[in-house]
């Protein structure tokens, strides 16, 4: 099995930062892309940042420039630097990967974490 820890949400007042992590731990051979998305109340989740595994980025608009998504390969593990932060920004945000458990059947499954709540106040 697969799991996805994040941790680094939080209540922020507009303008300020946070930075959050997720490391995947379990059987993987290989993680291939890593990223973010976020949940706001009633709406859907959306995506926020991915990252490949030789760290190209790819940003929705709304947070480019704000935002910066970046991996420790070493240690399973991605990360996203918010700055600038807005009301808007208020979400749970939730971590995947794209794993490869075997070698020996190389299937990519997506694997989920719990999602962790950034609150930014106006």
């Known amino acids: 099995q697969v799991q996805l820890v994040e941790s680094g949400g939080g209540l922020v007042q507009t303008g300020g930062s946070l930075r959050l992590s997720c490391a995947a731990s379990?059987?993987?051979?290989?993680?291939?892309?890593m990223g973010w998305y976020r949940q706001a109340p009633g709406k859907t989740r959306d995506l926020v940042a991915t990252?490949?595994?030789?760290?190209?980025?790819n940003y929705a608009d709304s947070v480019k420039g704000r935002f910066t998504i970046s991996r420790d390969n070493a240690k399973n593990t991605v990360y996203l630097q918010m700055n600038s932060l807005k009301p808007e920004d208020t979400a749970v945000y939730y971590c995947?990967?794209?794993?490869?458990?075997?070698?020996?059947?190389?299937?990519?499954?997506?694997?989920w974490g719990q999602g962790t709540q950034v609150t930014v106040s106006s």
């Open positions: 379990g059987t993987i051979f290989r993680v291939n892309a």
């Open positions: 995947y990967a794209e794993v490869v458990r075997s070698n020996i059947v190389p299937i990519p499954i997506n694997y």
């Open positions: 990252i490949t595994s030789g760290r190209n980025p």
